[in-house]
């Protein structure tokens, strides 16, 4: 039977949990001991900003749930990507309007010829942008995974208890058609509440999800416009419906500019929060790792 509450790993308690949500996992082989934090103002034991984590964290090994991993280094790559893809939006809007003004000529004058240079250069240009955005795309989709899972094993060692979703979702459920509509959003929205900062008195505090609410909106809006678009530009065959498709595709394009942008407000956020919870928590650890037999003066 799988654990009632990540839905993962089997469950060996009798409330239906894992070693891992019920907090009893085996103690480190060999009579090691947990890491301990470095003062340092990283996520895991000894790692600065931008890097990984110590031995025995991340995810996978012994270590798994003991120390979150830094996920700074992989948000400043994402932030970049994500401008790379602003910018190729920008490209392929101008490519593409600059296109619509030829065929619109054509339907208000079917004397025009379009077929010879400038017309063939146009759709060169257009395609070139199409190619750049689309690179731009799938490589901004793989880093965001992977931070985005990064950023899920956090949460589960910050407040697995608020998880609604396992950690492999983080990943899976982008790929499950329909539901990668809803289910990325379910994942995201346990990291928020994981990540969110706890008062000085151990209390929960709560913060408004419109950053989560406005990315995840933007992003739905944005893939739903530019399958309406792309169908309507494959039906197109006469230059008065060719124009029209093509400033429809314009507008998805800028709606996928919108929606990178609010992805890029959504990383920073998340990221900060994350920054912001471990060092927290460093700070309520590392008196309680004291070295044995230390007095105080």
Sequence with gaps: MLCTRCRIRTAVTDEGLC????????????????????????????????????????????????WPRSPVGLSRAVIALLGCVIASDLFVIGAGLHLRGLWEGLAADESLNIYIDPGLRAQELYDLAGNVQTAAFLATGVLFIIWFHRTRRNAEVFESGVQRMGPGWAVGGWFVPIANLW??????????????????????????????????????????????????????????QISDAAALV????????????????????????????????????????????????
């Design 250 to 297: 314009a507008a998805a394009d800028a709606l996928d500019l919108v929606a990178a942008a609010l992805a890029i407000v959504f990383v920073r956020a998340v990221t900060r929060m994350q920054v912001e919870r471990a060092g927290s928590r460093q700070a309520a650890t590392v008196p309680e790792r004291a070295v044995p037999g230390s007095t105080a003066p």
């Design 19 to 66: 070693t891992f949500c019920s907090g009893t996992r085996p103690p480190l082989p060999d009579g090691a001991t947990a890491p301990v934090p470095a003062p340092a103002t990283g996520l895991g034991p000894g790692a600065g900003p931008g890097s990984g984590s110590g031995p025995g964290s991340g995810s996978g090994g012994w270590g798994v749930g003991t």
């Design 183 to 240: 289910f990325p959003y379910r994942v995201a929205s346990g990291i928020w509440e994981a990540s969110v900062r706890l008062h000085p008195d151990g209390g929960r505090r709560t913060v408004p999800k419109t950053v989560l609410n406005l990315w995840w909106g933007g992003w739905i809006v944005s893939v739903l416009a530019s399958r309406i678009a792309v169908s309507q530009w494959n039906r197109a065959r006469e230059p008065e």
